[in-house]
């Protein structure tokens, strides 16, 4: 079993940058794949990022790629997500996501999830 608790949201202006954190629990935390989500009020949610949890592979949605990067420390059961040139359209609640097994961009694939860090970017 993992328990992950998200953390680092708030508000940042268009172009600045964030990073949150999940912190995991669980002596198995490194042979899962962790995946940051993300869902705004009356949409789906999206893929974000994931990182497999072994050779520390790396997947990004379209709509990140190039300005967001998942990383993860296996010494602290930490994963992170480090978001730059943020723009309005990344607002949303961003959940930390965990399964066993290979990659996936479907969030009913995942079995653990954290409470989720609320990001808004101004305009």
Do not use: H
């Not at 930390?96 to 996936?104: L, Q, Y």
């Amino acid at each position: 079993q993992v328990q992950l608790v998200e953390s680092g949201g708030g508000l940042v202006q268009t172009g600045g940058s964030l990073r949150l954190s999940c912190a995991a629990s669980g002596r198995t935390f490194s042979s899962y794949f962790m995946a940051w989500f993300r869902q705004a009020p009356g949409k789906e949610r999206e893929f974000v990022a994931g990182i497999t949890g072994s050779r520390f592979f790396t997947l990004y949605g379209d709509s990140v790629k190039g300005r967001f990067f998942i990383a993860r420390d296996a010494a602290k059961n930490t994963v992170y997500l480090q978001m730059n040139s943020l723009k309005p359209e990344d607002t949303a609640i961003y959940y930390c996501a965990a399964r066993i097994g290979d990659s996936s961009r479907a969030p009913e694939q995942y079995i653990y999830w954290g409470q989720g860090t609320q990001v808004t970017v101004s305009s």
